[in-house]
């Protein structure tokens, strides 16, 4: 098992936090000033940070690397201060099924900035959003099946990777 250094984790962790950044951006600038801007935005932005809680609390727990220095994002040594080890066996399901959860961090930001732009051009949300869907649909999963998934020992039952050996 490959361990991965703290510089490795905080590198792999870089999309999913620019994701979040930029898609917070994309809501602030986006749309007037108001409740519903600065609360859209500030609920992004804890559904973000609250995501990748749930996937540490639901998911990890099932993962060969619960636990070890052999997490690539680092999440498995986060997750074995919350919850017990589960079935590595189990690992498959858990993630179809928890993985949903997130999935409208890459949507709402990019459904936004597309509405923001058909309502009222604005070259910094065109950019913002051009921006974030490079980061969240081509770099982001790059890095994962790159960086995080091509050493995992689950690729072969893993629903993202099933199929994508690299």
Excluded at 8 to 14: D, M, P, R, T, Y
Excluded at 75 to 86: L, M, N, P, T
Excluded at 103 to 111: C, D, F, H, K
Aim: proline share 5%; glycine share 6%.
């Amino acid at each position: 098992m490959k361990k991965y250094s703290k510089t490795e984790v905080l590198i792999a962790n870089i999309p999913y936090a620019v994701m979040i950044l930029i898609g917070t951006i994309i809501i602030l600038a986006g749309f007037p000033f108001s409740f519903w801007q600065l609360g859209g935005a500030a609920f992004y932005t804890v559904y973000g940070i609250l995501g990748s809680f749930w996937i540490m609390i639901f998911v990890c727990p099932y993962c060969a690397y619960y636990n070890t220095d052999g997490c690539p994002c680092g999440y498995g040594i986060i997750s074995a201060r919350f919850v017990k080890k589960g079935e590595k066996n189990c690992f498959s399901e858990k993630f179809q099924r928890h993985i949903p959860v997130i999935v409208m961090l890459w949507i709402i930001p990019a459904a936004a900035g597309i509405y923001s732009l058909i309502s009222a051009w604005s070259w910094s949300v065109f950019i913002f959003t051009a921006a974030f869907v490079i980061n969240s649909y081509i770099v982001l999963p790059l890095v994962s099946r790159k960086h995080s998934c091509s050493d995992c020992p689950q690729k072969d039952e893993c629903p993202w990777m099933r199929k994508k050996h690299i």
